[in-house]
């Protein structure tokens, strides 16, 4: 079982849909997560970071993290063709020792908003 | 804000050369730097992760003696392909913690090396 998992899509939505990624993850230990988006090429930037159950808003975007469930997801609103990218589901496990603080990733979803 | 610098930002070499990639924090003191490879189409995984003057740690399967990294000071982290093969060839991004993003992670532009 991979420790942080993402559906590789590719998800399509038309601009201006609401577009909704999920992630779950394997280790009950975990205490943030994090989204970025990565366009082809460059290097990953964060969209937001969550700590507690519930949701998050920035913008047009709201994380939720359901850590009974262990899945966290991502909504984007108004989704415009510059939001098509790959986006990456990030954890941070909390473990002892050089492990403290490493980011595992998830595979990414491909995210393609058409006009 | 924070600011990794991360050099070059691609390479082509010749198989079995070395390569040395650096990340330098610009305006903070990088405790750990954490070193991804990334090949096409797949997510970013953790090849090591050093401190500030402490031998590096590497993850399961990464090989220590062909991915050189120094973290000798605060401000500076290399990694360095020794005898590189083509298989090597990948995009490879350095992260930073330490400092005053929002959430404490800053990542330089990402390196990306074609061996031929």
């Known amino acids: 079982q991979k420790e942080v998992e993402q559906n590789s899509g590719p998800l399509s939505v038309p601009e201006g849909a609401i577009a909704s990624l999920n992630c779950t993850y394997s280790d009950r230990g975990s205490q943030s997560f994090f989204w970025y988006r990565q366009y082809s090429g460059k290097s990953p930037e964060l969209i937001m970071f969550?700590?507690?159950?519930g949701d998050k808003e920035d913008g047009r975007f709201t994380a939720q993290l359901n850590k009974a469930s262990q899945y966290v997801s991502l909504l984007i609103r108004d989704s415009q063709p510059s939001d098509s990218a790959t986006y990456l589901c990030a954890v941070n496990s909390v473990a002892g020792g050089t492990s403290y603080g490493k980011l595992t990733f998830g595979q990414g979803t491909i995210l393609t908003v058409h006009p | 804000g924070a600011v990794v610098s991360q050099h070059p930002s691609w390479v082509i070499c010749k198989s079995g050369t070395s390569v040395k990639i650096e990340c330098r924090s610009l305006d903070f003191q990088a405790t750990t730097m954490f070193w991804y490879r990334q090949f096409p189409k797949q997510s970013l995984m953790l090849m090591a992760t050093?401190?500030?003057?402490?031998?590096?740690?590497?993850e399961q399967g990464v090989e220590k003696d062909k991915f050189l990294i120094n973290h000798a000071s605060l401000t500076l982290s290399t990694l360095t392909v020794t005898s590189a093969h083509p298989e090597d060839s990948s995009f490879y991004i350095c992260?930073?913690?330490?400092?005053?993003?929002?959430?404490?992670?800053?990542f330089g532009s990402g390196t990306r090396l074609t061996v031929v």
């Open positions: 050093s401190n500030e003057g402490s031998k590096a740690t590497y």
């Open positions: 992260s930073a913690r330490g400092g005053h993003s929002a959430n404490g992670y800053t």
């Open positions: 969550i700590y507690s159950n």
